[in-house]
């Protein structure tokens, strides 16, 4: 069986109601692709400040821990409106610069204006009357919040957008799609190494001066200055992205009729969307639910990883010199995570044929995050053994013990070892989807919509219940990860189960090195 007619066989049926304007000239050159593929580079950047210093910093601000997984609910919330809007409107949009572009250039506004909300937020909050110290400070947490979600939906404006165009760009070459979402995975890995990096800096706020005063603390001061960094990064690429890459033209809509009813509709992307769900086939359905467990079990870790090292591998509390210093180890750890993603995401087509298929990879990868998540408690029972023997035996209060050598390397290297299930995670559902788009005649932002359901969902779970959930048992971080684990294994289970197997390994092989699989 040809590649083509396996990934035709696996999509769902072309329905005017789902045909959009596809993009009519062919590839453009790879130089173009790197260029767009690069806003990932800066856009993750400030993902992963968010992901490594925000959820201590609310907490410095005086959101309570079981709280604070309330904040990133505006994430998911975000996806799940933002990115099927504005998916779909930028496969109908008609303006001279572009349908990607404006969105992409919009997008990028709405981060610097974040940005400088949540940077500021403790010098606001004081200005408007908040007192200094460790109390809470309700005003900065409001314009915390608000900055916060800014940047959430400013950030799902430039993602779909910008896979999109890299789809549109491919000119509908397989290959090229899967070239494409590779690169973006690789520049997503680039922007964690920056931010991590630049957030395990302690000193990073002496190049900006301004940024400490008396109610923003060398802490709060590093924060500010690794954003003013970020949004440097990001404006840089994607004005040298929207100046030098020109979209390609388009054909109109099959259906007119159809499109003229799509217009009178108040909200026609739910429509579409729920239409979308509707025509999918099992495969995609299998995918989608495969997807949805993937981020029940990445989510608690990628929210509470640098508190978990804080709280639990370094045993120190918020606001203290140890806590702050398991954080740093975190950012580091993340950083190491990052490295491993970049290499992996390159080689996810070696990885694939090594195991014999996407199918096998897919499970693997799953079980390989399984067994990373529940070594957390491993780790941590060690980190509070270590603690506990040198109160014992008379070397000093546990409370100012940092964890012994082994403890800190087991707990990098489970960070680094993570990077290869995630870049599985940040690459293939997207190429599947950008294929299965093109093949169908469906939009190509649209589609990516669709697929960001079985992403935002789970997170949106996650969010509200993590919080009371690890406060049934205590308060820490590991009943979450624990559950993770639980997620993960069956994502694997279902992974090697119910996924059709492809014809053969020989078929499977040219598929993923297409970009797509069974």
């Known amino acids: 069986m040809e590649v083509g007619d396996s990934i035709k066989n696996s999509t769902v049926p072309v329905t005017s109601s789902f045909q959009r304007q596809q993009p009519v ?36 601000l005086g959101i309570p821990h079981t709280w604070a997984a309330f904040i990133w609910l505006c994430g998911p919330i975000s996806g799940l409106l933002v990115q099927p809007i504005v998916g779909y409107y930028s496969d109908n949009c008609s303006s001279r610069f572009g349908r990607r572009r404006p969105f992409i250039a919009a997008g990028s506004a709405l981060v610097a204006v974040a940005v400088f909300l949540i940077g500021f937020a403790a010098d606001l909050g004081h200005a408007a009357g908040d007192t200094i110290g ?28 910008c896979r999109a165009l890299l789809a ?27 931010g991590y990096a630049a957030g395990s800096y302690t000193h990073l706020y002496k190049i900006f001066p301004f940024s400490k005063t008396r109610a923003c603390d060398l802490y709060c001061a590093n924060l500010k200055s690794c954003f003013f960094i970020s949004i440097a990064l990001l404006l840089i690429l994607t004005v040298l992205a929207l100046t030098i890459v020109r979209e390609p033209e388009t054909t109109a809509a099959p259906d007119q009729d159809t499109a003229a ?8 992307v739910f429509g579409e969307l729920f239409g979308a769900l509707k025509d999918l086939p099992r495969p ?7 997807t949805c467990l993937n981020w029940i079990a990445w989510f608690p870790f ?28 975190g950012a580091l750890g993340l950083m190491l995570n990052s490295v491993v993603l970049g290499v992996a995401s390159l080689g996810v087509q070696v990885l694939a044929r090594g195991l014999g298929g996407v199918k096998r990879l897919w499970g693997v990868v799953n079980f390989l995050l399984a067994i990373c998540l529940a070594l957390t408690v491993l780790i941590t029972k060690m980190a509070q053994h270590t603690r506990g023997h040198y109160a014992a035996v008379g070397g000093g209060p546990a409370a100012v013990m940092p964890p012994v050598a082994g403890v800190k390397i087991g707990a990098l290297t489970l960070f680094a070892v993570l990077g290869i299930p995630l870049a599985v995670t940040y690459s293939v559902p997207f190429a599947l989807a950008s294929i299965f788009s093109s093949n169908s005649g469906a939009g190509q932002g649209l589609s990516l919509g669709v697929l960001n359901l079985a992403i935002v969902i789970p997170q949106m779970v996650v969010s509200v219940a993590s919080g009371p959930w690890d406060e049934i048992f205590g308060g820490g971080n590991l009943p979450a990860f624990v559950v993770g684990a639980v997620a993960a294994a069956a994502s694997g289970i279902l992974s090697l189960t119910m996924l059709p197997s492809p014809p053969s390994d020989v078929a499977s092989t040219k598929a993923l090195t297409a970009g797509g699989f069974h």
């Open 134 to 161: 460790k109390n809470a400070k309700p005003r900065a947490i409001a314009v915390f919040v608000v900055g916060f979600w800014i940047l959430d939906v400013a950030n799902n404006m430039l993602q779909g957008p």
């Open 302 to 329: 990628l929210l509470f990883d640098t508190d978990w090292m804080g709280r639990e591998v370094y045993g120190g509390k918020v606001g203290e010199k140890l806590y702050d210093r398991g954080v740093r180890a």
């Open 261 to 268: 009813v799509n217009k009178k509709r108040k909200i026609p």
């Open 168 to 194: 549109d760009l491919s000119g509908g070459n397989a290959r090229k799609m899967s070239t494409a979402n590779a690169l973006y995975s690789f520049f997503m890995a680039v922007g964690n190494v920056l």
């Open 25 to 60: 000239s062919e590839a453009a050159p790879m130089r173009k692709i790197i260029l767009v593929a690069a806003i990932a580079a800066g856009v993750q950047f400030g993902w992963a400040l968010q992901l490594s210093l925000l959820t201590p910093y609310v907490q410095l």
């Open 284 to 290: 995609m359905w299998i995918l989608l639910l495969v």
